[in-house]
């Protein structure tokens, strides 16, 4: 079964900082990967997904993620902290189907 | 254009009641799923609807949890006989076909007393 692993239930940056938000996947099958940003009281809202096309994959807000097959990683980035990416981000893999299986999700705090 | 909406968007109810939750996805979208977010974690897979089916229902927890959609839009998540341990975010998620991009709504948060 496909298992997603966020590392991390809490991180805090500072305002400008990096910031790196780890996600490991475990499947015998590169999966479709994606990263999903939780605002409070709204829904997901999809930053970037991954489907083999390229593996630096850039998505909305500055964020980008890359592939490493030989990591089974799928960490998210951005070089510059906002005070609005402060949020809860999830992880997610699909395996070329429709369930997605997340992550715990890791909560992103900015400081000013 | 309009996102995937669900109703209500709060729901308190008391232990043995029965619920229903609603959701209205995006305007074309074949395939339609249902998930469920408990305090700390992340969503878990409930169900997906292809069309008007239930393509694949693995995900419900067990026989009081059904979910319609009898038109192939709007679909329905009944939960029967509550039980405290049912309180929880339910998201549902649209999507053109059964492989691409799934969009959620803002959730129905469902607590049961």
């Known amino acids: 079964a496909q298992s997603v692993t966020q590392l991390g239930s809490h991180v805090s940056v500072s305002e400008g900082a990096l910031v790196l938000l780890r996600c490991n996947y475990s499947?015998?099958?590169?999966?479709?990967l994606f990263w999903y940003v939780q605002y409070p009281n709204q829904g997901l809202q999809l930053l970037l997904k991954?489907?083999?096309?390229?593996?630096l994959v850039k998505g909305i807000n500055g964020f980008e993620a890359e592939f490493k097959k030989s990591e089974t990683s799928f960490h998210l980035t951005k070089p510059s902290a906002h005070m609005s990416d402060a949020a809860e981000y999830f992880c997610?893999?699909?395996?070329?189907?429709?369930?997605?299986?997340f992550g715990k999700g890791t909560k992103l705090s900015v400081i000013p | 254009g309009a996102g995937v909406s669900q109703t209500p968007s709060n729901k308190v109810t008391e232990k043995g009641k029965y619920v229903e939750l609603r959701c209205d996805p995006i305007?074309?979208?074949?395939?339609l799923y249902w998930y469920r977010q408990s305090l700390g974690q992340g969503p878990e897979f409930l169900i997906y609807?292809?069309?008007?089916?239930?393509?694949?229902d693995s995900g419900l927890p067990n026989d009081r949890f059904f979910a319609v959609r009898p038109e192939g839009s709007v679909s329905t998540l009944k939960i029967q006989r509550t039980e405290r341990g049912d309180s929880a975010v339910y998201l549902c998620?649209?999507?053109?076909?059964?492989?691409?991009?799934?969009?959620f709504g803002p959730g129905t948060r469902l607590t049961v007393l």
């Open positions: 991954y489907t083999s096309a390229a593996t």
């Open positions: 998620a649209s999507s053109l076909g059964n492989r691409d991009t799934q969009y």
């Open positions: 609807f292809q069309g008007t089916g239930a393509a694949d």
């Open positions: 499947s015998s099958v590169p999966p479709y």
């Open positions: 997610a893999a699909g395996a070329g189907s429709y369930q997605l299986t």
């Open positions: 305007s074309g979208h074949t395939a």
